[in-house]
């Protein structure tokens, strides 16, 4: 099956900081990569889309020079949280969509939680 | 705008069957998901529904009208594993080309003894 990793699965930062996270899709490729943020008890919420070689779309209300994002293959995103506050801290995971039957699945990776003191 | 509803809690006794709704009002709508979460980890791919009608694949099922909004997911002979959060999530068209999901609320299903 498609498998998607993130790395680190959790780092704790200081305040004023940034924090890179990586997003791999190991045994396919993924031309689209997808960035949500959950906080506790509630459901995932889109950053951003990331197309392989483009800049990545990101959503409503999403700081695109807080979040930036890189899509530099068709196996690695990357997001990086540029000068971290503490209610940056949740749970980030990526997904990758992959083609299946007449539209897309997404997979997602592990999630990684990040705390920001 | 996009507008995505499920119940917030379930609870349900091992073995039996349980049933979480999903109601939507969405535009660009191209298929609907249902992903399982557990605390901490990230969702994991239960089904997918594009057209109307009953997708069955194990101990669960999914449905889905498009015509009225709403799908459910259907799960038999409940195992105290299934204690999760369940999420839906609708595929939307994106301008320009591609699609997007967008979660609802997610339920979180207790199954007791």
Known sequence: GAVVSQHPSWVICKSGTSVKIECRSLDFQATTMFW???FPKQ???????SNEGSKATYEQGV???KFLINHASLTLSTLTVTSAHPEDSSFYICSARVRARSSYEQYFGPGTRLTVT | GQNIDQPTEMTATEGAIVQINCTY???GFNGLF???QHAGEAPTFLSYNVLDGLEEKGRFSSFLSRSKGYSYLLLKELQMKDSASYLCAVSLWITGGGNKLTFGTGTQLKVEL
């Open chain 2, 25 to 27: 009002q969405t535009s």
């Open chain 1, 36 to 38: 949500y943020r959950q």
């Open chain 2, 34 to 36: 249902w992903y399982q």
């Open chain 1, 63 to 65: 700081e695109k020079d």
């Open chain 1, 43 to 49: 459901s995932l919420m889109l950053m951003a889309t």
